[in-house]
C-alpha cells in the first residue's frame, strides 16, 4: 500500500473538494491508502457523504489551518499543528510516501525545504508542472520556488526533469530546453548564456538548444527549463489565454440562431478537444529533489484535479523517481572527480 498524506484544509474549497477527491482517488485504485489530515469532526462530517472501502481513509486530525496570506515562514514555524505541518512530519518520519496540499504555495515551499528537507546534493527543489501542448504534455520547470536561480541551479533542473518524464510519463530520452527569447545561442539574458553551454555539455540529458515560449505550446520541448519568475509568468499566461480563448469561443457560439445551431454540431468535437487541454486531468506540480513527495495542486483545485495528484503520487513512488535522483547527483559527482 502506498500512504498519501492529503492536507483537507489546504485549498479555495476545502474541505469539500479536497475529500471529494481524495475518495475518488480511493475508488480507482486499491492500493492506496489516504490519510486526510485536519479538524477531525469538519473531515469526519465531510466523510459521512460518500462511501469508500473501510480503513483505505483514515483521519488525522490537526488543528490548525495555514491561510494563504499568512507568511510562510512565520507559519510553518509557529502552527506546528496544522494540517499541512503535520502531514510535512508524516512524510519526514515515513509514516505517509507524499503529501498532496492545494494550500499556501509559500508554505509548501518553505515545509517542504525544512521539515522533508532535500536530498543531498540537490541545490534547490523546483516546481515542476505538466503543461498540456498539441503533442501531449511538457514539464515546465520551475514554475514557482527559485526566482533567483543560478546555472548550476538549472542544469539540475534538467536531470531532475528529464528523470521525470522518462519515469513517470514514459517519454523517452526527453528532450530538454531552455527559455529564451531567440533560437540563436548567443541571446539571452546573463543566466541564459551561462547555462546554455553547460547544458550542452551535460551528459544525461537530450539538451535540444533554446525554445522561444511560442513554441513552447506546439510541444516544441518535453522538459522546459528555466528560473521560477519565467516560469511562473509561462503558466499564469498559459492559463489566462487558454480561460479567455474558451470564453470567446463560446460567446461566438452563442451570438445567433446560426452560430448556435453549428455550435451543436460541432460540441462533441470542440468538448474532446478541449479535454486534452485540461491541466487538471495531469494532477499537481511535484516539488522535486526533496527526500519525500510533495505535491502541490492549485489553490482552486477542484475533486479531479486532487484525485489525480493522488494517482500520480502512485506512479512517482513505483518508479522510484527519489532513488533514480539520488543516482543521477552520484554520476555527476563522479564525473566532476574524474575531471
Not at 548567443?186 to 540529458?205: D, H, Q, S, W, Y
Not at 477542484?302 to 489525480?308: M, P, Q
Given at each position: 500500500?502506498i500512504?498519501?498524506?492529503?492536507?483537507?484544509?489546504g485549498?479555495?474549497?476545502?474541505?469539500?473538494?479536497?475529500?471529494?477527491?481524495?475518495?475518488q482517488a480511493?475508488?480507482?485504485?486499491?492500493?492506496?491508502q489516504?490519510?486526510?489530515?485536519?479538524?477531525e469532526?469538519v473531515?469526519?462530517?465531510?466523510?459521512?457523504?460518500?462511501?469508500?472501502?473501510e480503513?483505505?481513509?483514515?483521519?488525522?486530525n490537526?488543528?490548525?489551518?495555514?491561510?494563504t496570506?499568512?507568511?510562510?515562514?512565520?507559519?510553518?514555524r509557529?502552527?506546528?499543528?496544522?494540517?499541512?505541518v503535520?502531514?510535512?512530519?508524516?512524510?519526514?518520519?515515513?509514516?505517509?510516501d507524499?503529501?498532496?496540499?492545494?494550500?499556501?504555495?509559500?508554505?509548501?515551499?518553505?515545509?517542504?525545504?525544512?521539515?522533508?528537507?532535500r536530498?543531498?546534493?540537490?541545490e534547490?527543489?523546483?516546481?515542476a508542472p505538466?503543461i498540456?501542448?498539441?503533442?501531449?504534455v511538457?514539464?515546465?520547470?520551475?514554475?514557482?520556488?527559485?526566482?533567483?536561480?543560478?546555472?548550476s541551479?538549472?542544469?539540475?533542473?534538467?536531470?531532475?526533469?528529464s528523470i521525470y518524464?522518462?519515469?513517470v510519463?514514459?517519454?523517452?530520452?526527453?528532450?530538454v530546453?531552455?527559455?529564451?527569447?531567440?533560437?540563436?545561442e548567443?541571446?539571452?539574458?546573463?543566466?541564459?548564456?551561462?547555462?546554455?553551454?553547460?547544458?550542452?555539455?551535460?551528459?544525461?540529458?537530450n539538451?535540444?538548444?533554446?525554445?522561444e515560449?511560442?513554441?513552447?505550446?506546439?510541444?516544441?520541448?518535453?522538459v522546459?527549463?528555466?528560473?521560477?519568475?519565467?516560469?511562473?509568468v509561462?503558466l499564469?499566461?498559459?492559463?489566462g489565454?487558454?480561460?479567455?480563448?474558451?470564453?470567446?469561443?463560446k460567446?461566438?457560439?452563442?451570438?445567433?440562431?446560426?452560430s448556435?445551431?453549428?455550435?451543436?454540431?460541432?460540441?462533441?468535437?470542440?468538448?474532446?478537444?478541449?479535454?486534452s487541454?485540461?491541466?487538471?486531468?495531469?494532477g499537481?506540480?511535484?516539488?522535486?529533489?526533496?527526500n519525500?513527495?510533495?505535491?502541490?495542486?492549485?489553490?482552486?483545485?477542484?475533486?479531479?484535479?486532487?484525485?489525480?495528484?493522488?494517482i500520480?503520487?502512485?506512479?512517482?513512488?513505483?518508479?522510484g523517481i527519489?532513488e533514480?535522483?539520488?543516482?543521477?547527483?552520484?554520476r555527476?559527482?563522479?564525473?566532476?572527480?574524474?575531471e
Open positions: 500500500m500512504r498519501i498524506a492529503v492536507d483537507a484544509m485549498g479555495d474549497y476545502a474541505p469539500g473538494e479536497i475529500i471529494k477527491g481524495a475518495v480511493a475508488g480507482r485504485r486499491d492500493d492506496i489516504i490519510i486526510l489530515i485536519g479538524q469532526d473531515v469526519r462530517e465531510e466523510l459521512k457523504k460518500y462511501n469508500f472501502r480503513g483505505q481513509i483514515t483521519v488525522q490537526a488543528t490548525e489551518v495555514i491561510a496570506e499568512e507568511p510562510p515562514v512565520n507559519a510553518i509557529k502552527k506546528k499543528d496544522s494540517s499541512l503535520v502531514g510535512m512530519n508524516m512524510v519526514k518520519r515515513g509514516e505517509a507524499a503529501i498532496v496540499s492545494a494550500g499556501s504555495s509559500g508554505a509548501i515551499l518553505v515545509g517542504g525545504q525544512v521539515i522533508v528537507g536530498i543531498k546534493g540537490v534547490r527543489p523546483p516546481l505538466l498540456p501542448t498539441e503533442k501531449g511538457s514539464l515546465l520547470i520551475d514554475c514557482g520556488a527559485n526566482v533567483d536561480a543560478r546555472p541551479h538549472l542544469v539540475q533542473f534538467a536531470r531532475m526533469g518524464m522518462e519515469h510519463v514514459g517519454v523517452k530520452n526527453p528532450r530546453a531552455i527559455v529564451n527569447i531567440g533560437a540563436e548567443e541571446k539571452g539574458n546573463a543566466l541564459v548564456k551561462e547555462t546554455f553551454p553547460l547544458l550542452k555539455e551535460c551528459p544525461g540529458i539538451f535540444i538548444g533554446s525554445i515560449a511560442r513554441e513552447i505550446p506546439h510541444g516544441g520541448a518535453d522546459v527549463v528555466c528560473e521560477a519568475f519565467v516560469g511562473n509561462i499564469k499566461l498559459y492559463e489565454v487558454g480561460a479567455t480563448l474558451l470564453s470567446k469561443v460567446e461566438g457560439m452563442m451570438s445567433s440562431l446560426r448556435k445551431i453549428g455550435a451543436l454540431l460541432v460540441k462533441p468535437a470542440l468538448k474532446e478537444t478541449l479535454k487541454f485540461d491541466a487538471s486531468k495531469y499537481g506540480a511535484p516539488l522535486l529533489g526533496l519525500g513527495l510533495v505535491v502541490k495542486t492549485h489553490g482552486n483545485s477542484k475533486a479531479t484535479e486532487v484525485c489525480n495528484s493522488i500520480q503520487c502512485v506512479t512517482f513512488k513505483e518508479q527519489n533514480k535522483i539520488r543516482e543521477s547527483l552520484g555527476e559527482k563522479t564525473e566532476e572527480g574524474k
